[in-house]
Structure formats: structure tokens, C-alpha cells
């Protein structure tokens, strides 16, 4: 398999993560977000995603986007360790907790829409990362009422396993970090966060272990 990625995307952060605990091997194939105006912008990767997004995954036979559908692809493609309970009202609950990222606080905080922000509309620096603050601070809140004191909250989102929800759920963590967010509201999320990091999928996924990684 071919990952079409870039180190700091964390969508791509998310997929990598699944397919580590998968254990499934992938060549990276870098898609640098910012050079020469952003090579997602290429007709070359184009062709492979109209949307201009990574992740991409080149299965040999099919390419796949949008990092939680192909997490499911991985997921239902090599099942064990499975990324979702089999209990239906559990599999949603999975499910909205990684939606609860993946639609709610990345996609105003991703990167095309900070550039929009800088670019199109003219708006500073300052009010910029006050944008991204209030915005990952109301999703973060919901995510930490929704988790905290919950019993089918264990080391991960759900139960003892990690899922769906924690490949979304330390990307943007990570993420928020770089942003200078406070995190200390958070103690569920953070806890969580420790237990994902002691698992090398969680670890080998990070932006600084990946082969297109810039200082």
C-alpha cells in the first residue's frame, strides 16, 4: 500500500495511526501542503483526489480518501485488531466521538481555512489564533463532558482498546499544541492521550518520525 500524506496533516496523522495498529507496512508518498503553492494543488494529485486533500491510500487496486472512511476500509479489510465495537449503539457512540473531531473542530481549523482567513479575508495574525482557540476549546470541552466520569470510558474513548476515536482524538491534541492551546481543562483527553502514546502505532504515526518531517 501507498499513503499519499503530508508529517503534520492529521488526517494522514489519524490514518497512519490505524494502520499501525493494524500492522500493516505502507510506503509514504510526501504531498508537501505548503510548497510551490501546495502540491495538492498539482494536476498530478489532483487526478488522484479532486478534493485536493490528503490522505490518499493506494491500495494497488483501489485509491481511497478521506481519512475516516478509509479507516473503515481498514477496519472492515483487517479486522482484528477491529477499530469499532460490535455492539451497534457502541459503534455509534465510536462513531461520534471521532466525528466529534474529524466535523466539528478540524475542518474549521485545517489549513486551508487558516489561509483563507490570512489570505482572502484579511484577518491578523492574532485574531486568527483566536479563531482557532475558540473553536478547539468548544470542541475539546464537549469531547471531555462527553468522556469524563462515563464507564464505557476506560484507558481509551472506549473501553481498554483503542479505536476509531483515539486515531482523531491525539491528532488534534497534537495539533492543539502547536497552537498554543491550553489543554490543562482536559484531564480525560490528556489521560487518554498518555495511554495512546505508550502504543508505538501512536508513537511511529507522530509528524516528527515521518520521512517528509521538517524542523
Known amino acids: 500500500m501507498k499513503l499519499h500524506s503530508y508529517f503534520r496533516s492529521s488526517a494522514s496523522f489519524r490514518v497512519r495511526i490505524?494502520?499501525?495498529?493494524?500492522?500493516?507496512?505502507?510506503?509514504?508518498?510526501?504531498?508537501?501542503?505548503?510548497?510551490?503553492?501546495?502540491?495538492?494543488?498539482?494536476?498530478?494529485?489532483?487526478?488522484?483526489?479532486?478534493?485536493?486533500?490528503?490522505?490518499?491510500?493506494?491500495?494497488?487496486?483501489?485509491?481511497?480518501?478521506?481519512?475516516?472512511?478509509?479507516?473503515?476500509?481498514?477496519d472492515e479489510s483487517f479486522p482484528d485488531p477491529p477499530l469499532l465495537p460490535q455492539s451497534p449503539v457502541e459503534?455509534?457512540?465510536?462513531?461520534?466521538?471521532?466525528?466529534?473531531?474529524?466535523?466539528?473542530?478540524?475542518?474549521?481549523?485545517?489549513?486551508?481555512?487558516?489561509?483563507?482567513?490570512?489570505?482572502?479575508?484579511?484577518?491578523?495574525?492574532?485574531?486568527?489564533?483566536?479563531?482557532?482557540?475558540h473553536w478547539v476549546a468548544l470542541g475539546l470541552e464537549a469531547l471531555e463532558t462527553q468522556l469524563a466520569d462515563n464507564p464505557r470510558t476506560g484507558r481509551f474513548c472506549h473501553g481498554d482498546r483503542p479505536s476509531l476515536a483515539d486515531c482523531c482524538l491525539v491528532p488534534q491534541l497534537y495539533n492543539a499544541r502547536r497552537f498554543d492551546c491550553d489543554l490543562s481543562a482536559y484531564p480525560t483527553l490528556l489521560s487518554i492521550e498518555l495511554n495512546c502514546n505508550a502504543l508505538p502505532a501512536f508513537r511511529d504515526a507522530a509528524p516528527e518520525r515521518q520521512p517528509d518531517t521538517e524542523a
Open 91 to 133: 459503534r455509534a457512540r465510536v462513531r461520534a466521538l471521532a466525528l466529534g473531531v474529524a466535523c466539528e473542530i478540524h475542518p474549521l481549523n485545517n489549513l486551508r481555512v487558516l489561509d483563507y482567513l490570512d489570505r482572502e479575508l484579511g484577518v491578523s495574525s492574532q485574531a486568527k489564533t483566536t479563531w482557532y482557540h
Open 18 to 74: 490505524a494502520l499501525g495498529l493494524k500492522g500493516l507496512t505502507y510506503d509514504t508518498l510526501a504531498v508537501h501542503l505548503r510548497r510551490n503553492g501546495g502540491e495538492q494543488f498539482t494536476p498530478e494529485f489532483r487526478a488522484l483526489n479532486p478534493q485536493a486533500l490528503v490522505p490518499v491510500l493506494d491500495t494497488g487496486e483501489h485509491r481511497l480518501t478521506q481519512s475516516l472512511a478509509i479507516i473503515e476500509y481498514l
